[in-house]
């Protein structure tokens, strides 16, 4: 298999940013872009083929809360945390999924109960206080003196190669994931279930390896950028807000080509400051205000997202091409 | 009886060389029908020749690709289906389609949906609970736990309703049993002994052509034999491929 | 454990009191999907811009508090026709997703423009009923009165069903689309009833929620997922089931705020929904 070389020049490209010694607002911004635009592959990897979760903000939540609880309260170094918190996200992806698919709970059931899952989370973090500090939030204790590189506390350079191997990673699997057959079952079960059952697809079991690489990737993704904020609260880390923010961005972005997610965390990133800075942090309203119209604009007008704009246009004119088809 | 039974006779119903289809499939190529006021006319010809295809031409759900389509001196093809209820059109389509979670009256209620129709309401209903005692008896009763054969008479009743100068029926024999078939002709022949104007679709050609006056055979999307229904009943041709004659 | 302890009778009241709360949501949001077959991710959200319209003209402008309320409901009726119009429609043929993320859309739009309006402060209406002093149980006064026009509202929707024409074609559109144009019904216009409909009474829950809960931008977020879970588990498009649904899911939380608190009493509900849809992935009342 020859893995493109397109993404991998411009990855080691990536990597050399810190060399040029940018400004630090300018090297937050980019490995915030990253890792959401991790959050929003993630979430794509199942959404294209119509298992759309409105709760992936509650695996953010799990895995995050318990790789700074564990360093908190154990003092367990998020190098073993995040792994666990990613463990711990996978599970309770596997244990929603899976009698989710079993049972065959499909389209809007499915959206509807990931959103409960969603909630579930945001609650229990913010009503287990004592440790997660509730909904004002809670910080990571700091490292020891010398002991940052071990708490993974480390400069803005360091979490850009982190932030970045973690993309390279999402992007690989899409990559692989495109020429397995886990893919094109998937995308048989999409277009209709019975039918993909009835020539031996195993469901159930397709969509759960689906989910769990999806819960994974954003499980890590939700990990990191907690760590390299240093702060954890209920409202970005779990809910239907944060929720919505990242179907929002795999979205606006085009969820069906590998790289329309991170071209939509651009997107929302840079909306976010542009916002900020055009109308200053008393007109917070504005930044979802502005999301919302292009979320309803995108829907209309361009259901496949700005990556949909650059795919090959079909020699023949088809119908406006639906973004996701909902089994039911 | 009430004067719901009088039916003044209404405008005929012309189609030319219509044309029609689904997607990349063309279902009917340049059928030409007409239907004189207060007559019965019947087509009939095999499974999949275009006679439900027809009758939604006609009602409006779908849209003919050519020809021209009038009722009186109404284009039809210029008014969205919703509209032609009003003007006098009932169809009472394949399969009933009734709404089973509705009570009897609740599917008639939704047949007189119109405007014009809500009026008659109560006078209409009566009509038909004269016509159909039994839709009488389970008034309150919900559609769907009926037999067949009383759901194809709720779903007339719910057709008549609306008050039509013409009454299109979609097989209305459609798996009944051959005694329910028996009454539900016979419910049609009274239908249009009242002077109502009758355009009915059905493979069992048989029972079809002692209703009607006249009757188009429609062989795959064509017309391909009309004329008066003795005549056709008589016909060797159709005997044989539709009457299992010799 | 004592049953007859009037804790325990004060938690129950408290949950049927609830549920009363819960059932205006549901049935609104499952009248819209019944009918259009859209889910309104918003529909909390027009509730929060309903909970709004009232305290800022009772409040601000100096309005009676009926005028207030009387104004809301068809200003929020309103918003329902204009998501219809102006979201819905245009989508109507699109994959249920997508239709699905576009009202996930307006709910941002609807947040941000409260927040740009109000900012995020919590804001009260400031009116409180006495409580009522049943036997050993205490009632607030305000939740029951909420209660009865809830129940009010229900029944005046279920007539509306049940003997108008446009009620009865609603109930049969949600069975067969298709089929309609044939009854002279035209479903673009049933689709817009519906709507206005569904908005008033997101605009009626929103007068009875402002009397009980502080607005603010985000406040939908705090009742909507739950409305969400009680129409799936009714069964989407099912009314009664949500109806009933709205009680069970009011008792759930209200008397496991009895045992626990509140916030795990949500828990409690959110994991119950989840296992009911395992146990009936069509909704409780499914047939």
Redesign the interface.
């Known amino acids: 298999m020859n893995l493109p070389l397109l993404p991998i020049l411009l990855l080691v490209a990536l990597a050399g940013v810190p060399l040029l010694s940018p400004p630090d607002y300018f090297m937050h911004l980019l490995i915030t872009a990253v890792l959401t635009a991790v959050m929003g592959t993630g979430w794509a990897m199942m959404g294209r083929f119509g298992l759309v979760s409105f709760g992936h903000g509650a695996f953010l939540g799990a895995s995050a809360y318990t790789m700074a609880l564990l360093w908190n309260e154990l003092g367990i170094t998020p190098w073993l945390g995040i792994p666990v918190g990613v463990l711990v996200a996978v599970l309770l992806g596997a244990l929603l999924g899976y009698p989710c698919f079993r049972l065959r709970v499909v389209g809007h059931y499915f959206a509807l109960v990931t959103l409960a899952a969603g909630e579930i989370v945001r609650i229990l973090v913010t009503a287990l206080r004592e440790h997660t500090g509730g909904s004002l939030g809670m910080t990571p204790n700091q490292a020891p003196p010398g002991g940052g590189f071990l708490a993974m506390q480390f400069g803005k350079a360091g979490f850009w190669w982190v932030a970045l191997g973690a993309w390279a990673l999402a992007l690989l699997v899409w990559w692989l994931l495109d020429r397995s057959m886990t893919s094109k079952a998937l995308a048989a079960i999409a277009e209709d279930e019975d039918a993909a059952a009835s020539i031996g697809i195993q469901v159930a079991r397709e969509k759960l390896k689906i989910t769990v690489i999806s819960v994974a990737f954003a499980a890590l993704a939700g990990a990191l950028l907690a760590q390299y904020r240093m702060y954890l609260n209920p409202e970005s880390l779990s809910g239907l807000g944060v929720s919505l923010q990242i179907v929002f961005g795999a979205i606006a972005g085009g969820m069906y080509a590998p790289f329309g997610p991170s071209i939509g965390a651009l997107i929302t990133i840079g909306l976010e400051e542009a916002l900020r800075f055009g109308f200053g942090t008393e007109l917070t309203g504005a930044a979802p205000l502005v999301y919302g119209v292009l979320l309803v604009l995108f829907m209309l007008f361009l259901p496949r997202g700005i990556a949909g704009l650059l795919e090959k246009r079909a020699p023949t004119r088809k119908p406006a091409a639906p973004a996701v088809q909902l089994a039911e | 009886m009430s004067a719901a039974l009088q039916h003044a006779p209404g405008p005929s119903l012309e189609l030319t060389n219509i044309q029609a289809g689904y997607g990349d499939f063309q279902a009917l190529f340049g059928v030409s029908l007409r239907v004189e006021p207060g007559e019965a006319v019947g087509v009939v010809g095999p499974n999949g020749a275009g006679k439900t295809t027809l009758l939604r031409v006609i009602s409006g759900l779908l849209r003919p690709r050519a020809g021209t389509l009038r009722f009186g001196g109404q284009d039809l093809a210029q008014l969205p289906a919703h509209a032609l209820p009003a003007l006098g059109i009932a169809h009472v389509p394949e399969n009933r389609r009734l709404f089973p979670h509705l009570t009897v009256e609740e599917n008639l209620k939704v047949g007189a949906f119109s405007k014009a129709a809500r009026a008659h309401f109560e006078q209409r209903r009566d009509h038909v609970y004269a016509l159909f005692p039994r839709m009488q008896q389970r008034r309150h009763q919900l559609a769907g736990t009926m037999s067949g054969g009383e759901q194809q008479m709720c779903a007339i009743g719910r057709a008549l309703m609306s008050g039509p100068k013409i009454l299109l029926l979609d097989e209305p024999s459609a798996g009944l049993a051959p005694l329910v078939v028996q009454q539900v002709f016979a419910l049609v022949k009274r239908i249009r002994e009242e002077g109502l104007t009758v355009l009915i679709v059905e493979q069992n050609v048989a029972q079809v052509l002692r209703v009607v006056d006249r009757a188009y055979v429609l062989e795959t999307g064509r017309v391909a034999a009309e004329g008066r229904a003795a005549d056709l009943a008589a016909d060797s041709a159709i005997r044989r491929s539709y009457l299992g004659g010799h | 454990m004592d049953l007859l302890d009037p804790f325990f009778l004060e938690a129950l009241v408290n949950g049927i009191l609830l549920g009363g709360v819960f059932a205006l949501p549901a049935l609104g949001l499952n009248l819209v999907f019944g009918v259009v077959d859209v889910?309104w991710l918003c529909y909390a959200e027009l509730v929060m811009v309903g909970m709004y319209a009232v305290w800022f003209l009772y409040t601000q402008a100096g309005w009676p508090l009926w005028l207030a309320f009387a104004a809301c409901l068809p200003l929020v009726s309103l918003l329902g026709l204009l998501l219809h119009l102006l979201?819905v429609k245009?989508?109507l043929n699109?994959?249920?997703?997508?239709?699905?993320?576009?009202t996930?859309?307006?709910?941002?739009?609807?947040?941000?423009?409260?927040?740009?309006?109000f900012?995020?402060d919590f804001r009260s209406l400031g009116v409180d009923m006495p409580p009522m002093e049943v036997g050993e149980v205490f009632v607030s006064g305000t939740k029951l009165a909420a209660f009865c026009a809830a129940l009010l509202g229900a029944g005046v929707l279920w007539a509306f069903l049940k003997f108008t024409?446009v009620g009865?074609?609603i109930?049969?559109i949600a069975?067969?689309r298709?089929?309609?144009?044939?009854?002279?019904?035209?479903?673009q216009r049933i689709y817009l009833i519906a709507s206005a409909v569904g908005g008033a009474l997101a605009g009626l829950a929103a007068c009875l929620l402002v009397v009980q809960l502080d607005v603010h931008?985000?406040v939908g977020?705090s009742f909507?997922?739950i409305t969400?879970?009680i129409c799936?588990m009714g069964g989407?498009g099912n009314m009664l089931g949500g109806f009933l649904a709205a009680f069970l899911m009011g008792l759930i939380i209200s008397i496991g705020g009895f045992w626990g608190?509140t916030?795990?009493s949500?828990?409690i509900a959110?994991?119950f929904?989840?296992l009911t849809?395992?146990a009936r992935?069509?909704g409780l009342f499914a047939r």
Not at chain 3, 178 to 183: D, F
């Open positions: 889910v979201v245009p989508l699109q994959p249920p997703i997508n239709q699905v993320l576009a996930g859309g307006v709910l941002f739009v609807l947040q941000g423009a409260a927040t740009l309006a900012r995020t024409y009865v074609a109930r049969a069975r067969d298709e089929v309609m144009p044939l009854m002279g019904v035209d479903p931008p985000f977020l909507g997922p969400f879970m799936v989407l608190n916030e795990y949500y828990v959110f994991l929904f989840i849809i395992f992935p069509r």
